[in-house]
């Protein structure tokens, strides 16, 4: 069985810090993405990451996939408010896509 | 315009009952899914369909009927429910079932068993 863990589960922070959260599995992906969820609505993919040692930037936000293609992490610079949401990574199996444990942010103001 | 939309945004029922969720997406889609979210925020697949074929069932009881009657819809009937279905269902459709094809998620459907 396929299983994405990540870490931290649960994380709140001040605005202006800086946060990494880590998506991390014994198993191979062919592609890793990363999704934010907000309450009551459905996931949002930020970023597809395909090969590894791939780093994607999205303004403040930055994506790295392992050399391995196993793990990924998502780094947040000078997380706002607006950040705070669910995040969670989702790795492409056969047919599918499996879903990360996920990562409650929050970001104080 | 929404992308993919699911109905109703709430259910409350009582067990043993039988309900039905639906889901269409209008944006040209080859394959649409359902997933469920527990209370810890676990997105776990259910089905997969391409072109309305069933791809993917992954070990859902058989209370559940997904059904699929082009490839813009895709539906859930449950049958019987019982306490343990309470969740947030999810549809998402993605362009096919290329490694690369991001998944759009409507904004979930709320069960409640009682």
């Known amino acids: 069985t396929q299983l994405l863990e990540q870490s931290p589960q649960f994380l709140s922070i001040q605005e202006g810090e800086n946060l990494t959260v880590y998506c991390n599995s014994s198993?191979?992906?062919?592609?890793l993405q990363w999704y934010r969820q907000e309450p009551g609505e459905g996931p949002v993919l930020l970023v597809t990451v395909v090969t590894g040692g791939e780093v994607k930037k999205l303004k403040r936000l930055t994506f790295q996939f392992g050399d391995a293609r196993k793990d990924s992490s998502l780094h947040i610079t000078a997380a706002q408010p607006g950040d705070t949401g669910l995040y969670l990574c989702a790795g492409r199996g056969t047919y599918k896509y499996i879903f990360g444990t996920g990562t409650r942010l929050k970001v104080l103001a | 315009d929404t992308a993919v939309s699911q109905t109703p945004k709430y259910l409350v029922t009582q067990m043993g009952n039988d309900k039905s969720i639906k889901c269409e997406q209008n944006?040209?889609?080859?394959?649409m899914y359902w997933y469920k979210q527990d209370s810890k925020k676990f997105l776990k697949i259910m089905f997969s369909y391409n072109n309305k074929e069933l791809i993917i069932n992954e070990t859902v009881p058989n209370r559940f009927s997904p059904k699929s009657p082009d490839k813009a819809h895709l539906n859930l009937h449950i049958n019987s429910l019982e306490l343990g279905d309470s969740a947030v269902y999810f549809c998402?459709?993605?362009?096919?079932?290329?490694?690369?094809?991001?998944?759009?998620f409507g904004n979930g459907t709320r069960l409640t068993v009682t």
């Open positions: 944006l040209g889609h080859d394959t």
């Open positions: 198993s191979v992906f062919s592609s």
């Open positions: 998402a459709s993605s362009q096919d079932l290329g490694s690369g094809s991001p998944l759009h």
